[in-house]
């Protein structure tokens, strides 16, 4: 008799064993794949806005651009973090998405201010709205793709990653704003847009911290 339950309690410890590598082979592979999916969007937005803001000049659209840029970065350590396996790397990964998006802010909002002091009105404007539309569409996508990821798989650096993203898509609105208005002869709108947009990526940053800051707190 003990044979026979020595037999069954092995088969079923050692079929859990596998389960769990697969669980965590299949986590990688999950995280990984939303990564290079949000990467790929992102810097086909990009590319195309680079191209929009060489053409126009829009201060509003480069902050725009900066962030989004920024934002397609931080897959680099997020997707290290999963290949890992790692829980600690994944909340390590969450703070250079965290610095990755006060950077762009304080980019961002430089060109806003040397706008200012240097006033260019923009061209191209309907170029210009366009490209605001491609940051908001591609940062839609990008974020239910994190945020249904990361949920999944219970990753905060994809969850902040997420919502950063969410935040970004109506940022990108502000740019289609900001053509308009200066369409009517509002010239100094370009730069205060480009401010507002800085203003709003530093509370995404705030935000993203809290987030990132509970999971080192469990993991780090």
Known sequence: MHGPEHSHSHAEGHGHSHGLVDESIMRSRAGVRAVLESLAILALAAAIQVGVYLLSGSVALLADLIHNIGDALTAVPVGIAFLLHSRKAEA??????????????????????????????????????????????????????????????????????????????????????????????????????????????LRITWHSWGTVRAELAENG
Do not use: C, M
């Open 92 to 201: 390590y990964a969450g703070l250079a998405v965290v610095a990755a998006i006060f950077i762009s802010a304080i980019a961002a909002g430089y060109e806003a201010i040397d706008r200012f002091i240097n006033p260019q009105t923009p061209t191209h404007l309907l170029a210009v709205a366009a490209a605001g539309a491609v940051g908001f569409l591609g940062n839609w996508i990008v974020a239910v793709i994190r945020l249904r990821a990361g949920k999944r798989l219970d990753s905060a650096a994809l969850i902040a990653d997420g919502h950063h993203a969410r935040a970004d898509a109506f940022v990108s609105l502000a740019v289609i704003a900001s053509a308009a208005v200066v369409a009517i002869g509002f010239e100094v709108a370009d730069p205060l847009i480009g401010l507002a947009i800085t203003l709003v990526i």
